[in-house]
């Protein structure tokens, strides 16, 4: 972690005078040693309990045949939880100062996604959103106060896009009130709107001053929530199977599910870490993209445990569903993050067309792999192996050949 220079002594006052808070000023983009701090890493596993709400949901509606229903509110809530996740991640990137203020500042943003994870299940079940609306409001607020932090300590464009972040978000706020509100049908429709104008506050704000975000550090928190993502879908995935084989005595028909899921699990942990992306972190037009598009790598990522619990609930005859719509559940985020990973992270590295051919081909046999009934799954996790293993001995042979190329004598 980044150390801190420590502040002189405090010198005498006199009685009633009040120490200044600490300027929230900007750190340095190529700054050295930066690393999570233990305040992101307790921020990211409090927002886990959230999206782990939403994955149960999720597993229910698609369980009980309600999979359209079910995929919209699971889109909702996981972009409430997302952006204010991301929000976070790249404001502290740029503007972590450690002092009491910011890390109070920091729990009430812990707090309100606490609230929003308690209403989780009556926005699926009831569509009620009030709770859900309520902690994404207390999430952004406080964020709100940070940039008010910000433009306090500074002057010039940079006071300027702090403003722009702080009226942005605020506005945006009372838009949100809408799912309350309206009619029922005009909610997505509400959220669609509303979504589109969050996403347009940073570009807006920043297109006057550029945050110092670090990329080295972005591409650290971003990496550390995909694992933490990753680890709430074995969770989910493991608890399923052991149900499934207290109640049910069904460890012969949900064994091949769960060696196919962790099969898709490992590799998609392989296929995300195999290339360094913070070198491609260099302009906020990259960045944004890089970062936008990480609503379909954590949302998928999510969806593949959720799936993974309605195969085994099918399975065992819990979920009333056909075989092929259980194999769609986990086959179908399986193939969206493949496509979504090589899309944010792995063209950039792959040379020649058929190494930035192998993830499209393995997410295109994924999807054909739902036609395979009871073997769905763990053809799919074959799938998934077998595209790891591919992209390893392509790599390995071009390093070869420019290893034998550059010791070539010359002439």
């Known amino acids: 972690m980044t150390s801190r220079s420590t502040p002189a002594p405090d010198s005498p006052r006199p009685p009633g005078h009040r120490r200044p808070l600490r300027r929230l000023t900007a750190r340095g983009r190529g700054e050295a040693h930066r690393a999570a701090t233990p305040l992101e890493l307790f921020f990211d596993l409090c927002f886990v309990v959230a999206i782990a709400q939403a994955g149960v949901q999720l597993v229910h509606a698609v369980a ?26 790249w404001f502290a990137s740029a503007y972590d100062n450690d002092d009491v203020l910011y890390r109070v500042v920091t729990l009430v943003q812990i707090a309100g996604v606490l609230v929003l994870a308690a ?10 959103y009030l709770a859900v609306v309520l902690g994404y409001v207390i999430m952004r607020l406080a964020l709100v ?17 702090a403003l722009r972040y702080a009226c942005g978000v605020l506005l945006c706020q009372i838009g949100w009130v809408g799912l309350v509100v309206l009619p029922e049908d005009a909610r997505p429709w509400v959220f669609l709107v509303m979504a589109v104008l969050e996403m347009c506050v940073p570009p807006f704000a920043e297109k006057v001053h550029p945050t110092s975000w ?11 929530f995909t694992i ?10 493991t608890i399923a199977v052991k149900t499934g084989i207290d109640e049910n005595d069904a460890l012969g028909d949900l064994m091949p599910i769960a060696a196919g899921g962790l099969l898709i699990i490992f590799a998609a942990w392989w296929i995300y870490f195999v290339v360094p992306i913070h070198g491609h972190l260099t302009s906020n037009k990259q960045a944004f993209l890089w970062g936008y598009g990480h609503y379909v790598v954590f949302a998928s990522a999510a969806a593949i445990g959720a799936g993974l619990e309605v195969a085994v609930e099918q399975a065992v005859h819990k979920a ?36 930035q051919l192998v993830l499209p081909t393995a997410a295109l046999l994924v999807i054909c792999c739902t036609f395979l009934g009871d073997w769905a799954v763990p053809a799919a996790g074959l799938v998934s192996a077998g595209a790891v293993a591919t992209g390893e001995t392509l790599t390995a042979r071009r390093s070869g050949r420019v290893r034998r190329e550059a010791t070539a004598p010359v002439g």
């Open 64 to 89: 009980e045949g309600h999979p359209g229903e079910g995929i919209l509110n699971y889109a909702m809530v996981f972009f409430a939880i997302w952006w204010a996740w991301m929000n976070f991640t």
């Open 119 to 128: 209403g989780v299940t009556q926005a699926f079940e009831d569509h009620d």
């Open 145 to 161: 106060t940070q940039w008010l932090r910000v433009a306090r300590s500074c002057d010039g464009p940079e006071r300027r896009m």
């Open 214 to 224: 670090h990329p080295r550090h972005i591409a650290e928190r971003y990496g550390l």
């Open 228 to 237: 933490i993502v990753l680890g709430e879908t074995i969770a989910a995935a």
């Open 320 to 355: 009333h569903i056909s075989t092929l719509a259980a194999s769609a559940a986990v086959t179908l985020p399986t193939a969206l993050y493949l496509l979504s990973v090589w899309a944010l992270h792995s063209r950039y590295f792959k040379v020649g067309i058929a190494q």
